[in-house]
């Protein structure tokens, strides 16, 4: 480089998205320069030897120079080599340090001087700088935070660390020759491609490598890694590690170059607009920089930026599937597409990539005066943004909340899993709603803190304006809710101790609670257990209250909590009567209870039994009544002749209490522990609550490992043989793949359940928490007649 050199534009970096731009800039025979510091096609070139590299979005058309279809990593890196050498890319190898805005052009400082430069492109990834484990340990010799040759590893337990495709590529190309466990802090991929997805869902299923869910690594040891998983913490045998948690962005750098951040948090990007451009005009931004790691899209955004440098009009390559999504709309394309964008400010720091891509991932709804979105209690998790009309949220009690346009719904079911806690209708003719995934949304809220925060503040507004404080004022709850913090409770963890001081209230924002009192001898007797849409806890910080906690609170199942401070509680107690009122109408009621079920040890375990079989999180189970069951095994039989054989429920295997049983049987739970660990998503909740297993399930048995109550069994699906030798015993009936099994309810049966319309003498019968309850309390009573 020479410190006299200028160029019309300057691209820094020769991964997908630098090489797009340079080639198109070769094209159009403007003055260019690529500056690389490594190797062109530096992001390939990294990969493992060998490695498939699949050219997704498949339905994404690919523009430019430079080609790419699914191949090896030596197949790509050669042609993408063959189109610098045939366009006549100006490349040299170097490392940018300073990128400096002058008048009307840049200074574009490195290891080779400095030149100049009217337009910038930074195309320069994330993958410089690897993100590392974080725990005590990862600096180890054994730990790598990439892999070059997986057949340098062999009969090794090998622990791969991630969730994107980098990790899913390594353990799979591992696998083979080693045993292999893939830790992943969630229990989806919602950034890995959906082919890799199904690999990987493949080599689980088949047992050729083992999924950790819902994971993180503690610390690492030199042949061991301590795991945490939902069941407690696992010491794991490795004599190797692979991170693969992705690049960390180079804030730094980029901030140096006067780019702005629209937060401070770590996974934001910055903001560019149509054209790729930043905030400093002229200076571009690229590819992963942007939030867009996918080859095919960064190769796209090369080519147009040139074109837009040159001033020419050009749609986005994804703009075909834009128009698929916006077809129901009149006008055009682009037209509805910056409408819909001015009429959602919740998404406003999404930067134009970011925003068509939600676009594309969603639907868009036109509907008519007094349609319903959407019922409540249905079981459906999709987010609904507002673009024209209005709709009546209906909260009981005849009253209802009106949204309007550019206001949001739906993120009720979508952060708590639970179902919807009303019915919406649409106001007005012609409303357009977009509805957005649930996978989409959790996306956008792990990396842009705007919509993160926007979306845990409009929860517990929501929450506590619908269950505790119906008809208050918003305005006085918001100074509340924007200091309330978030936390999460295993089962059986404390959040409070009776006889301790209350410092804070907790509302109850998914799971269960379970709730205990200390008798005259001093034994811990349960009084009841809340479940998520409650606040428990302000009894010991209201005025009048002696400070001290009535209770012991702890987690009946995990449980997330919004935590409310004392004092931001009593301030919104002094500044409404109305909530004074309300609170004080709750902690009547609790006093009551208090005296009431004080000394009451039967009912006591009668909830703790609850409790211990997963009652109180139950939405539909099976109850048998003993003084009426005759031991006929009916409805064992039923089920077994309504599943190939395979009872989905075991009567002897049940618990008993007083004079009622709970067999083994799914309990269609309302936080149901098995679809959290479901890689494939096979296990769905219908909108009658019921929790089924679709085809798609993988057999990888995560679900039986993972429901607490044994209700899920692996059974295999068998190939029928009506052979002369198959007749005669003398060739078995091959076994299909092993797929999960439970209770289905019987849904493709008319008339219900076939163990309930089997039952002779009406024992069995299907019940929520409170008919049990009342069953129980009915029998005790005329116990103690």
Not at 69 to 79: M, N, P
Request: aromatic share 6%.
């Amino acid at each position: 480089m020479s410190i006299t050199a200028h160029f019309e534009v300057v691209i820094i970096g020769a991964g997908p998205a630098g090489l797009g731009a340079a080639t198109n800039a070769a094209s159009h025979k403007i003055p260019h320069l690529l500056i690389e510091r490594r190797e062109i096609g530096n992001t390939i070139f990294d990969y493992q030897l060998g490695k498939l590299v699949m050219a997704e979005p498949t339905r994404l058309p690919l523009r430019g120079h430079v080609p790419f279809t699914a191949g090896s990593r030596e197949e790509i890196l050669g042609g993408w080599q063959s189109a610098v050498q045939k366009m006549a890319v100006n490349t040299v190898r170097g490392e940018v340090s300073k990128i400096k805005k002058l008048d009307a052009r840049f200074e574009i400082h490195g290891t080779n001087g400095i030149v100049t430069a009217k337009n910038v492109v930074l195309a320069i990834g994330v993958q410089g700088t690897p993100r590392r484990l974080g725990v005590p340990g990862d600096d180890q010799d054994h730990v790598y935070y990439t892999l070059s040759d997986p057949k340098a590893l062999n009969d090794k337990d090998v622990l791969v660390v991630g969730a994107g495709d980098a990790a899913i590529e390594n353990a799979l190309a591992l696998c083979d020759q080693n045993r292999v466990a893939l830790l992943n802090r969630s229990a989806e991929f919602p950034r890995a491609k959906e082919a890799n997805v199904a690999k990987v869902m493949e080599a689980i299923r088949k047992g050729k490598l083992k999924l950790l869910a819902n994971a993180a690594t503690v610390r690492v040891e030199p042949t061991t890694a301590v795991i945490t998983t939902s069941d407690g913490e696992i010491v794991l045998p490795c004599n190797h590690i692979i991170a693969r948690l992705g690049g960390i962005l180079p804030r730094k750098f980029l901030e140096s170059c006067g780019i702005k951040f629209p937060s401070e948090d770590p996974s934001a990007v910055p903001v560019v607009n149509s054209r790729y451009e930043s905030n400093v005009p002229g200076l571009y931004l690229l590819g992963a920089l942007i939030g867009y790691p996918l080859i095919k899209h960064a190769m796209n955004q090369g080519f147009e930026v040139i074109e837009h440098i040159l001033g020419k009009e050009v749609e986005p390559a994804d703009q075909v599937l834009v128009a698929e999504v916006l077809k129901t709309l009149p006008g055009g394309v682009s037209e509805n597409l910056n409408s819909i964008r001015e009429s959602l400010p919740f998404f406003k720091d999404l930067s134009d990539p970011q925003f068509r891509e939600l676009i594309i991932d969603s639907k868009v709804h036109r509907m008519s005066k007094g349609d319903v979105v959407f019922e409540r209690n249905d079981y459906t998790d999709t987010f609904f943004s507002i673009v024209r009309g209005s709709v009546a949220i209906d909260i009981g009690g005849g009253k209802s909340v009106t949204l309007n346009k550019g206001q949001f719904f739906g993120e009720m079911g979508l952060l708590s899993g639970r179902r919807r806690a009303a019915t919406v209708r649409t106001n007005e003719e012609g409303s357009i709603f977009v509805e957005s995934p649930r996978k989409q949304i959790l996306k956008l809220n792990n990396s842009v803190a705007s919509i993160k925060r926007a979306l845990d503040q409009i929860f517990v507004l929501r929450a506590l304006s619908t269950s505790l404080f119906p008809g208050v004022d918003p305005s006085l709850l918001s100074p509340v809710i924007e200091k309330a913090t978030f936390k999460a409770f295993k089962k059986g963890e404390l959040l409070c101790t009776e006889g301790e001081i209350g410092d804070a209230a907790y509302f109850v924002r998914k799971g269960s609670l379970k709730i205990s009192r200390k008798d005259a001898r001093g034994i811990n007797v349960t009084q009841t257990y809340v479940p998520a849409g409650n606040l428990v806890g302000e009894m010991a910080l209201l005025p009048g209250s002696d400070g001290k906690r009535s209770a012991t609170v702890s987690a009946a199942v995990g449980c997330e909590t919004i935590i409310i401070k004392k004092e931001d509680l009593l301030s919104l107690v002094e500044s409404s009567p109305l909530v004074r009122s309300k609170l004080e109408t709750i902690v009547a009621a609790r006093r009551v209870e208090n005296i009431t079920q004080e000394q009451d040890i039967e009912h006591g375990a009668l909830l703790d039994f609850m409790v211990a079989q997963g009652v109180t999180d139950a939405d539909n189970f099976l109850l048998i009544d003993s003084d009426l069951c005759v031991a006929c095994d009916n409805c064992e039989n039923a089920c077994a002749a309504t599943h190939k054989g395979y009872s989905r429920l075991d009567r002897k295997g049940g618990q008993n209490f007083a004079s009622v049983q709970i067999p083994i049987s799914c309990r269609h739970c309302e936080n149901p522990l098995c679809m959290i660990d479901c890689p494939p998503d096979a296990l769905t909740r219908q909108s009658n609550g019921e929790v089924v297993i679709r085809d798609s399930c993988i057999g990888c048995g995560n679900c039986v490992r993972n429901c607490p109550y044994g209700v899920i069994q692996l059974v295999y699906d068998t190939k029928e043989d009506f052979s002369l030798l198959s007749m005669l015993g003398f060739k078995k009936k091959e076994k299909g793949p092993a797929k999960a099994a439970k209770c289905d309810m019987c849904s493709s049966l008319e008339g219900g359940p076939a163990c309930v319309r089997s039952c002779p003498t009406g024992a069995a019968m299907r019940v929520n928490p409170k008919r049990m309850l009342e069953i129980l309390e009915t029998k005790r009573s005329l116990d103690h007649a």
